[in-house]
T-cell receptor
Framework: GAVVSQHPSWVICKSGTSVKIECRSLDFQATTMFWYRQFPKQSLMLMATSNEGSKATYEQGVEKDKFLINHASLTLSTLTVTSAHPEDSSFYICSAILPTGDDYGYTFGSGTRLTVV | AQSVTQLDSHVSVSEGTPVLLRCNYSSSYSPSLFWYVQHPNKGLQLLLKYTSAATLVKGINGFEAEFKKSETSFHLTKPSAHMSDAAEYFC???????????FGGGTRVLVKP
């Protein structure tokens, strides 16, 4: 079935540095991807909707200059956390809409655990 | 607008006994509803979905859910819990293909031997 590959699965970085998380759709084209953030023992919160070839749409309260989203191809979306701080430590998950003709739904990456020290 | 409420943040069951996870939704239009499971530090796996076809939906691993429009509910059940069912479960609503998902708060399931 349609799979989304997310890398890295975990990353530790120093405060003030930037971290890039990649989300690739395997064997299908993902025109739309979603980025979520999940704090410990909490639900997923949508951060932004990423559309191939256009600017991402950010949810209210999400800083677009801090969380840079790029969706330059139909198989790759990236989330860059810029000037990371400890409060950015979280679990980040991407999701893609399954292609038309496939079983309607959404597929999720395996997540990235970001720890900022 | 749409919203999802999972009525129990934690559910504890004994292995071999039934599991019931409750979910109520609010939606301006006919929604699509999903149940996902998440194991620790993992992504989400789809258990089942309702997209305006049969109201009783059967999913993977013995789970099923019934869409009840009159009660705006989509409760998830399994007749006999297994130790491997211990995980976080999310009820999710969307207005349709291509629309963003709205997640419930999650229900953590503990299975006792």
């Amino acid at each position: 079935g349609a799979v989304v590959s997310q890398h890295p699965s975990w990353v530790i970085c120093k405060s003030g540095t930037s971290v890039k998380i990649e989300c690739r759709s395997l064997d299908f084209q993902a025109t739309t991807m979603f980025w979520y953030r999940q704090f410990p023992k909490q639900s997923l919160m949508l951060m932004a909707t990423s559309n191939e070839g256009s600017k991402a749409t950010y949810e209210q309260g999400v800083e677009k200059d801090k969380f840079l989203i790029n969706h330059a191809s139909l198989t790759l979306s990236t989330l860059t956390v810029t000037s990371a701080h400890p409060e950015d430590s979280s679990f980040y998950i991407c999701s893609a809409i399954l292609p038309t003709g496939d079983d309607y739904g959404y597929t999720f990456g395996s997540g990235t655990r970001l720890t900022v020290v | 607008a749409q919203s999802v409420t999972q009525l129990d943040s934690h559910v504890s069951v004994s292995e071999g006994t039934p599991v019931l996870l409750r979910c109520n939704y609010s939606s301006s239009y006919s929604p699509s509803l999903f149940w996902y499971v998440q194991h620790p530090n993992k992504g989400l796996q789809l258990l089942l979905k309702y997209t305006s076809a049969a109201t009783l939906v059967k999913g993977i691993n013995g789970f099923e859910a019934e869409f009840k429009k009159s009660e705006t509910s989509f409760h998830l059940t399994k007749p006999s819990a297994h130790m491997s069912d211990a995980a976080e479960y999310f009820c999710v609503v969307t207005l349709g293909a291509g629309n963003k998902l709205t997640f419930g708060g999650g229900t953590r399931v503990l299975v006792k031997p």
